[in-house]
């Protein structure tokens, strides 16, 4: 078979970096150029202290199996249990959903749903868990939920199921409140709800960073313009130094969100370009950060907020309970350029309200990172299965450029993975143009 030899990939986040590999092993020669001066894109690396933290994804689910076989690829893991354990009040008491207990969990969704809506949510579980491919955008599932999306997901529930449990799902997963997201998009939130999930005792960024070992990773390396030439591809850089120069390559997968793909896509297509700069995505804000002794407790490790900047409190892991997470999204929480003493202070009232529902004492501060992304969740649109198809067919004249995303399959890092995946079998199954430079494999 015939491969391209030379390969850009643009961007070191979770899809980049599954291109790149998968590229790798089909012989080619790859370059992965990132802005960024560190890999893992919205993973978030930071330091806290004398340790690593992920700000953005961190969590590995079971179901994620293209992901774990990346990790296998670049040495290996091991796993500790995560679950899913969260709490939010309800009619003024504290309900839990923990995996590891599915008699309270199934009694908490009874606490929080309309019992009308019981048997749909059953129903998409059911779908979701029966296909591997039901929990991705663009399933067969996906696009026939989608035939309703002439209304929002929030009118297609009760209210206390809407507030009570698809709240906390969308603003946590999406960045979007339920009247902002969509039915047909439901089922990469419920593909996520229903799994269970583990943390790399390995750190994600030290794993990640063995791909340096097997393709080239040019950081601080800006791509600000794509173009097609005979032969191949070129790409406009801008070096560390602020220098300026273009490469050439035989193709290029543009792994980046949305947002950040619309303007190197313009000059190529500009229907392709409205089309992925219609993809709507939502601000977030995080803070990391570690206290003298425990927060949280065994039995309650996270409490989902509303009517606050604070979405979502939580520790960082299961057994590290003196570590908390707090993560401000939805509408309440979508601030602008906020600086690090701006996002304590919400910390601050936020410790209140944890004293309130945990009765947890406010414990003195040891160590901060704090992280805010302007554009960090992907709230998609609706009927998402017609925009994947338009997308794709006004893709298809750009043999030697493919796509990767978390607009593309889903949010998770899995739909990531196989999205990176996914670019880069079909740069290898693309005609190689006239004049480039082949290698056999």
């Known amino acids: ?143 026939k939920l989608g035939r309703r999306d002439d ?86 850089l801008v070096d560390p130094g602020g220098r300026s120069r273009q490469a050439r390559y035989d193709a290029v997968a543009v792994c980046t969100p949305a947002y950040a793909a619309a303007p190197l896509l313009a000059p190529l297509s500009k229907a392709l370009a409205d089309l992925v700069h219609s993809v709507r995505y939502f601000p977030a804000t995080v803070a990391v950060v570690r206290y003298t002794h425990d927060v949280f407790a065994a039995d309650v490790r996270a409490i989902a907020l509303d009517d606050q900047p604070c979405s979502n409190a939580g520790s960082y892991g299961k057994e590290t309970r003196n570590v908390v997470r707090y993560t401000f999204s939805g509408i309440h929480g979508r601030l602008i350029d906020p600086t690090e003493a701006d996002v304590l202070d919400l910390v601050t009232d936020t410790e209140t309200q944890l004293h309130t529902h945990l009765g947890v004492v406010r414990q003195p501060r040891t160590a901060v990172a704090v992280r805010h992304w302007p554009q960090a969740y992907c709230g998609y649109l609706p009927h998402y299965g017609d925009f994947l198809d338009a997308l794709n067919t006004a893709a298809a004249p750009l043999a030697s450029i493919a796509l990767a995303g978390d607009y593309l399959l889903g949010g998770s890092i899995e739909a990531c993975c196989r999205s990176g995946e996914t670019a880069a079998a079909a740069l290898l199954s693309a005609p190689v143009p006239q004049g480039a430079t082949r290698c056999e494999s």
């Open 1 to 143: 078979m015939t491969t391209p030899e030379r390969v850009a990939v643009v961007g070191a986040g979770v899809s980049g970096i599954a291109a790149a590999l998968a590229l790798h092993r089909a012989g080619c020669a790859v370059e992965i150029l990132e802005r960024e001066d560190r890999i893992g894109g919205r993973l978030g690396l930071a330091e806290l202290g004398d340790r690593e933290v992920l700000l953005g994804g961190k969590n590995i689910g079971r179901a994620y199996s293209r992901f774990r076989a990346m990790l296998d690829l670049l040495g290996g893991t091991g796993y500790e249990p995560f679950g899913i354990n969260t709490s939010r009040v309800v009619a003024g008491r504290l309900v839990s959903l923990d995996s590891d207990n599915r008699a309270e969990t199934m009694n908490g969704i009874l606490r929080m749903c309309n019992w009308r809506d019981l048997a749909k949510l059953d129903s998409i579980a059911r779908k979701v868990k029966s296909a591997d491919t039901a929990r991705f955008l663009g399933s067969d599932l996906a696009r």
């Open 151 to 236: 209304r929002p997901l929030s009118e297609h529930f009760g209210r206390r199921t809407t507030t009570n449990f698809l709240r906390p799902i969308t603003v946590r997963m999406n960045g979007a409140e339920p009247d902002e997201a969509y039915y047909g998009n439901f089922a990469t939130n419920m593909g996520m709800l229903i799994d269970t999930f583990d943390q790399p005792t390995v750190g994600l960024s030290a794993l990640l960073g063995r791909a340096a070992e097997l393709v080239e990773i040019r950081y601080r390396t800006a791509v600000t313009g794509i173009s097609q030439v005979n032969g191949g591809v070129a790409l406009d």
